[in-house]
């Protein structure tokens, strides 16, 4: 019989693994082989079938033919055949006998098979399909069939799984309760492994696919279809295996351990760098479809998703975009009130965003249907009906082409209750065809402005006595009315006079005058409707509108009015009667204001001629007398009567309301009034905080320095203000003025006239204005009075606005630079002024950077509270500002939690050491007294700053590298930073760097130092080491590697590297026939904090099939720092599972007796440390003896680290102590030199 080593072609990526070892081939014919295609394949199989069939039903029931049979069988096949009987009384079954063909496919020799399988010879059938097997046999056995088949996998003696065609049937009859069955095994595992190829790439499409053998922790490349290739742009399979050196399919590939080594199918996602630079996002579906040589192999299906992710990554940006609108929008909210609404054109739905956060939580508020069909939407539930109109003629503009504007109108958008003014400033954007398909607008609450606003044009519109309107508003209103009437309306305009008025100012007074107009203006009042309009036009006349009215009810009313004004005064024993006329006036179409008036006033001289007392309505036959005042006389009287120039005015209310830049407006406001009035000076002064005064603005560019410099309090002291809050002086020059004046104007010499004006609030003054005409002396009149004191009201009102604005700008801007709970700046403020400083004082000072961490503080945080630990903080703030007050030059910040940073500057740097230490013991006594227990402490790194400065942020991290080092050797300490801190970070980050390519490429390796019986010398274990080979072929040691993988957490992929090279050392062990001896594996504290710690490990014991008991958990005493709850309810699974767990180092870290009494460990590992001194002192001696009988008496093993001299290991001998490691015996050595000199010997 001729050996053949059989293996699988390239072309399906499966190799059989099988090497003869004396076994017959089972006849694995490949397409490299034969040529044989799958089909032909399935025809041999059912020819060969059928001739065995007809051989096997002539065999009789002879046992001796069982060996001719098999010989014959073997002949004519190269399938694997086996016999059993099932003896019923028993019901058990029997191996006979098997061919070799059998036994190449379960990799086993024939006395193995014989004897292994002998009663259970479903063993080699992988579990999930033992019961297919059983019910094909079942099948014979109790005659419902004479033959069966089935397809399963079966598991070689190498952990290979191969799938098998079986065909079983009887060969004998019934006899003596006996069947004899045959089954024939035929091996379809390269048939079935091209139909599950052919399924799982028709599955993934579109995709690649590679296929590759899970080997030593890393993916080997085996092969890939063309789409793959195409993908990686290359047209080769050489350039293929740096994907799988690809940090993130490295990182995959670590995180998918367990799943590969059990075989699971499962899915990723992941970005990958190409050869040519390109970043591609892709998912992996990974499905096992065999093994390689004892290995999993796997089917790997990539799809390329980039597209998919950089949309993702794209909406995750304008997520980050929006957030950043909210938190805009909120800062808006806090300072300003400002909203957004949007209104959608194609959904016709309103957004209103009640808050900042509306685009990320979707707090947004939808009205529907809101504009409507011809206007008709439900706008109308939030807009006031008086601004209907305007809104609908505004949306109408805005909807028309892509346009920026503002409008004011009422809403009660944001309070249902009522209506209130709102500002909206808009935007209409639009499509690519030019349609306006959004608006955007942000809406501001004016109604403060509004009602300010309001009174300001009630007060300019009113008569300052009567409270009536004043004669430029009444005729404005009833100008408005008369071009808005519509047809049929019927207005009535009456003129009144009040007869006999002068007696009264003659007789009793002005004052008593003014008390009867007041009187007369509340008559009037009482007498019409509210929505009449009333107006005082002249010193004792008064206008009435009367709005759709009647002939008889206008004269209704006129007598009415009469009556009640007709009345008799008494005083200075003289009395004076007075009355009035009224003359009546009624619109007719296309009338206006001063022919309405005209007709009124002819009609009420008429009332005066027919004897006063009475009204008049006019009829075209009217005349005046000729003994009346001329029409031109009476024009005359009214303008002198007008209160102010209501042009400048209502400019100055415009300019100003509508103002972005208050300053400049104001500015333009005292060059419009100058040239008006022909000043030549104007000033306007403001009170600070304090009360002083100060220019703020002044008319023309020009500096008025006379004017500017001599305004102080004392000159202002000195002004007579009236009761309006005016003082002028016509002629500065005049040596008839007061005392006061001329001490005053000495200083304002250079003018001839001057006026000034001030407005304020609640007897707080708030601006001064000051006129001066430097040419001419002037008379003051009561308009240039009157309108300069209403400028200094509108003026103050808008400087107060601009003033709560500046103030509002100015914590926006304090909140972007400053920690809102410390005051400190924050971190990028910080940064930019600390360079800032430096730059600046660098020659003349010495500057040092400190980086603190407050020890302690999350014991404030647990025990007392976030409230209690914002006080720690602010604390150590305040501590850190007096700091740097005291020295003068620094800067401060809050880096984050409880980290801070501190600009400090010194003389010399033991000044600067002398400083913060000064600082720091302030802040722990401070802390001491508030929290005696809680052992507060800083750890702090400080970086000096060097001459050749240049960039604040290489000094922070400076810094910040010194304080880590503080934190690691003594919790309350500082470190000055060290050029080999930053040569030691980057070490650490080359490490971290070349971890997964020195795994991949074996450069982590296993060494084992034997563990020894004191009495016997005996090896009885072995603690795993790694050791990490360089280039060179030099070593780096543990203590220069894992302290850098600790920080990041690496060190847990770097330990179950090497458990897993400890698994396989032993697999190989067992494979050779060589019972293995137990290895210790150290494991990190950084495992105890990880999810499946115990899962992962026992999975992989399960999978190499290594006996628990074999493998010791080994770990440091630190680990019980973390979580010791967690930590030894690990611990107790690992015992209870069979492995052992070893306590290493013990007393050098937190173990105490006591903890250990109950702690799940059976072994502990004494620390050599205390092994030093035993030689000499008897001290030592006794301490080692006590301590070891304690832990002897709770029942755990101890051994001995670091055993170097005979002395000490007799010392333990004579102590009891049997077990001990050190390079008294052996040191830690490479895997195959302890082979050669332990196991293989």
Known sequence: MQNNNIKNSAASGVSSGYQQKGYISAGNITKNQSGISSIMKIAALFAGFMLDRKFLINAGDNRRNHSIFLELAYNKTHNGIIQFEYIKNEKAVHLIDCNEAFCHIVDCPVDVVKRYFSYNFFKFVVDEDRIKTFNAAHAIISNEKRNSSTEVRILNKDGDIRWVHINMFRIEDEQSGRFIIQAEFTDITELKQEQLEKGIVYDAMPGFSIKCVFKNSFLEFLSANEKFYEFLGISDSENIPYIFSDSNFTKYTASHTNDFINRKSFYDSFMITLADGRKKWITVSAKCI????????????????????????????????LKIRAERYSLIEKSTEEKIIEYDVKSDSLIIQESSEVDIAGSARK??????????????????????????????????????????????????????????????????????????????????????QKKLELQIK?????????????????????????????????????????????NLGHMFGDAVLKNIASAIRRTFRSS?????????????????????????????????????????????????????????????????????????????????????????????????????????????????????????????????????????????????????????????ECGELFPSNSWPERENSEIISSMNQSNYNMMEFDSRGVFCVENCHDSGSCVSEK????????????????SDDNAVLKVLLLFGDRKNVRKWSDIQKNTFYELSRIISVFTTLRDERRKDKEKIALLKTTDALTGLYNFEAFKIKAEEIIVKNKKSRTFALFYMDINGFTYVNDNFGYNA???????????????????????ACRVYSDYFLMLLSGESRSDVMLKIKSSNDRFFDMERRAYPAGSIGLSTGIYFISDDFTDITIS??????????????????????????????????????????????????????????????????????????????????????????????????????????????????????????????????????EDGFYERVYNLAEAYGIDNSLVEIETTESTFINDINKMLETMRRFQNAGFKVDIDDFGTGYS??????????????????????????????????????????????????????????????????????????????????????YIFK
């Open 532 to 688: 009449d309009i009333i107006g005082r036009i002249g010193g004792d006349e008064f206008i009435v509108f009367m709005k759709n009215t009647s002939i008889e009810n206008a004269e209704m009313k006129a007598r009415e009015l009469c009556n009640s004004i007709k009345r008799t005064y008494s005083g200075n024993g003289k009395t004076v009667e007075i009355s009035c006329s009224i003359g009546i006036s009624y619109s007719k179409d296309n009338e206006d204001y001063d022919t309405l008036f005209e007709k009124a006033d002819t009609a009420m001289y008429c009332s005066k001629k027919n004897g006063r007392n009475g009204y008049t309505s006019y009829s075209e036959n009217m005349q005046k007398s000729e003994h009346e005042l001329t029409r031109e006389d009476c024009g005359a009287v009214h303008a002198s009567n007008k209160a102010f120039d209501m042009e400048i005015i209502s400019f100055a209310l415009s300019l100003m309301s509508n103002s972005k830049d208050i300053d400049s407006s104001i500015n333009i406001l005292l060059e419009q009034t100058g040239n008006r009035f022909d000043m030549t000076d104007i000033v306007l002064f403001e009170c600070d």
């Open 743 to 758: 001490t005053l104007f000495l200083d304002y010499k250079c003018f001839k006239s001057l006026i000034a004006v001030k």
């Open 869 to 891: 630990g914002d006080r720690l903080l602010c604390d150590f703030a305040g501590c850190v500002k007096d700091t740097i007050k005291d020295a003068g030059i620094g800067c």
């Open 1152 to 1237: 105490s007796l006591n903890m250990l009494v109950s702690a799940p460990v059976d072994v502990v590992k004494i620390d050599k440390s205390f092994l030093k001194n035993i030689e000499d002192s008897q001290y030592e001696r006794d301490y080692v003896k006590q301590m070891c009988k304690m832990i002897s008496t709770a029942n755990k093993d101890i051994i001995f680290e670091g055993v170097e001299t005979e002395e000490q290991a007799q010392f333990l001998l004579e102590c009891g102590f049997t077990m001990a490691q050190g390079y008294l015996f052996e040191k830690p050595i490479p895997l195959e030199e302890f082979e050669n000199k």
């Open 367 to 452: 009205i529907e249907n809101y504009l409507g069909n011809d206007f008709n939407g439900n706008f109308k539930s939030i807009i006031c009906p008086d601004d209907y109109d305007y809104y609908i003629k505004l949306m109408k503009k805005a909807l028309e082409v892509s346009s920026k504007g503002s409008a004011d109108y009422r809403t009660n958008l944001h309070d249902n209750s009522s209506y209130k003014w709102y500002r909206s400033y808009y935007t209409s954007v639009a499509d690519k065809s030019g349609e306006v398909v959004r608006l955007i607008a942000r809406i501001k609450n004016i109604e403060n402005e509004r009602t300010t």
């Open 290 to 321: 065999g093994t390689n040589y004892g290995y999993p192999l796997y089917m790997l299906v990539i799809i390329d998703i980039t597209e998919r992710e950089e949309a993702y990554i794209n909406l995750e940006k304008a997520n980050m975009e």
């Open 956 to 1089: 922070i991290d400076n810094a910040d590298l010194a304080r880590k080092k503080a934190k690691r050797t003594n919790q309350n300490t500082y470190e000055i930073y060290t050029a080999d801190l930053r040569l030691s970070r980057s070490n650490e980050l080359s490490i971290i760097g070349e971890l997964y390519r020195a795994m991949e490429k074996g450069k982590i390796e296993l060494f084992l130092q034997p563990k020894f019986s004191l009495d016997t010398r005996q090896v009885i274990g072995a603690e795993a080491l790694a050791r990490w080979r360089n280039d060179d072929c030099s070593l780096k040691y543990p203590s220069e590697f894992v302290p850098a993988l600790e920080k990041i957490g690496y060190i847990v992929k770097l330990d179950f590297y090497m458990y897993e090279q400890v698994l396989k050392c032993m697999r190989k062990w067992i494979d050779r026939g060589i019972k293995p001896i137990p290895v210790s594996v150290n494991f990190s504290r950084k495992n105890s904090l």
């Open 462 to 506: 009113s008569d300052p006595m009567t409270g009536l309107l004043n004669k430029i508003a009444v005729k404005s209103e009833i100008s408005d009315v008369l071009l808005d009437m519509p047809p049929l309306y019927y207005h009535a305009m009456m003129m009144i006079d009040i007869d006999n008025f002068k007696s009264v100012n003659d």
